[in-house]
Nanobody, 124 residues
Framework: QLVESGRGMVQSGGSSRLSCAASGLSFSSYTVGWFRETPGKEREFVTAMRSSGGTYFTDAVKGRFTMSTNVPRSTVYLQMNNLKPEDTAVYYC????????????????????WGQGTQVTVSS
């Protein structure tokens, strides 16, 4: 089960950190991803991290977003800096227990479990 939380309303240029509580991280091999969705668009990949190594970002967020894990707390974080209005979306965390091959980390179908989604709104 994945439970998301985080700050939802941010001004342009501001920061927000989303959390995703994912029980079992400390005992398992995993791949964790963040995706986002806006009305009228397909859910898009944002970033992913594998416990075996490797962190991946979509070009639109490189240099602004970072992903980290607190394994003892089984929590994954998405730190979003220098937010832009186009970052406004519902953000979802997702987990695959096991390793996703590099060519597939951006594929939402590769993940088994999803959080409930957190709305992030960036005002200009």
């Amino acid at each position: 089960q994945l439970v998301e939380s985080g700050r939802g309303m941010v001004q342009s240029g501001g920061s927000s950190r989303l959390s995703c509580a994912a029980s079992g991280l400390s005992f398992s091999s995993y791949t964790v991803g963040w995706f986002r969705e806006t009305p009228g668009k397909e859910r898009e990949f944002v970033t992913a991290m594998r416990s075996s190594g490797g962190t991946y970002f979509t070009d639109a967020v490189k240099g602004r977003f970072t992903m980290s894990t607190n394994v003892p707390r089984s929590t994954v974080y998405l730190q979003m800096n220098n937010l832009k209005p186009e970052d406004t979306a519902v953000y979802y965390c997702a987990v695959k227990w096991g390793r996703i091959i590099t060519s597939n980390v951006r594929n939402e179908g590769a993940y088994d479990y999803w959080g409930q989604g957190t709305q992030v709104t960036v005002s200009s």
